[in-house]
């Protein structure tokens, strides 16, 4: 189906939402194997098909000026056979991973002689809205699929040719290995009122997951009629701590701003304690520099870094995902915890110190999803938290926080086992 065939939005959006609906009675019957089976078969088909994946993504990233993505944007829409072979191993790495689905979380036996179970189950249908991150679209599927959910893909226009071949290699293997094809769908338009349509079907979605821009998220967060995990900007931030050592602060510096600079857990802001600012700072920044990152600084900082340009109270709350950083420096830790928590979007922050009680205090008194020490932000991933991969990452503080992996893609129900007995 193309996007000029669909001529009733709100026909062809609740068909694809009660086809999921009902792909999800026949994924609850599916066994772990048949799971493991279908991850393995796609894998091994992101390589035999190596050469139709990257014609379809040569086709995006030749669209992409015209869309208007920056570098770091382009680099996130790009495959190449490094990149498929990372994304065929993360899906053996998440058929490796227990089963969730059954799983007895907990259970007692009440003095009745009940038998009271919490039983791990999906969460059902879960309509995942994402932008320029082809690689998503495996890592969606494949969470979704194997922890007994169907989900529905509405990626990006801007990589709408590499979603594509990748779903076509998806709805194959879910076939041969038995499962229902309509466990994994796309949306076959980029018309935006059909995310609007999906929106409203809460009698058959249970759960949406946005994962793109600040718009997008807020767009999502007040139309939905369904609950919704998700994030609006990543916000991060690298401290370093009077107790740090210059040599590793410079390394998780560089590399949580630059290693991948337009992704949710690259750091936006450095903050830094005034005891050792006049000695560390000029060096940071100078290695930041030579990375051709922008610096954006408080007073201080434009004192002790010619380079630096002034910043606004704006800069320090901003997600910037190209290569500019805020950096602030502050009177010590008490400082740096109170202006990490208001301007923190809650997603990943770091110290870097040798001072113990100064790590504990930092892990105790920073709320955000993930808070790291003497480690860089880019860690804050599904993958590199064990999880396999991860649908989003969510700064919620209900159901889900953090990397969404396959646990997170679930719900409990209480199963209850009794010999007779009556209240």
Known sequence: M??????????????????????????????????????HATAEALITRRDEILRANEKDILAAPKYGLTEAMIDRLRLDEPRLHAIAQSLKEIAALPEPIGEVIESTVRPNGLLVSKVRVPLGVVFFIYESRPNVTIDAAALCVKSGNAVILRGGKEAFHSNHAFHSILADCLDATGLPKHAVQMVETTDREAVGHFLKLNELINVTVPRGGKSLIERVAREATMPVIKHFDGNCHVYVHQGADLEMATAILINSKCHRPGV???????????????????????????????????????????????ATDADFGEEYLSLIISVKVVDGIEAAISHINKQSSGHTETIVTNDLAAANRFTNQIDSSAVMVNASTRFNDGGEFGLGAEIGISTDKLHARGPCGLKELTIYKYVVQGSGQIR
């Open 2 to 39: 193309t996007t000029s065939t669909i001529e009733n939005l709100s026909q062809y959006t609740r068909q694809v939402a009660t086809q999921a609906a009902a792909a999800t009675g026949s994924l609850v019957s599916a066994t772990g194997q048949q799971k493991i089976d279908w991850l």
């Open 264 to 310: 949710c857990n690259a750091a936006e802001s450095l903050v830094i304690d005034q005891a050792v600012a006049e000695t560390m700072l000029p060096v940071l920044c100078k290695a930041l520099t030579e990375q051709k990152v922008e610096i954006r600084g408080c007073s201080k900082t434009c004192d002790l870094v010619p380079n630096a340009i002034p």
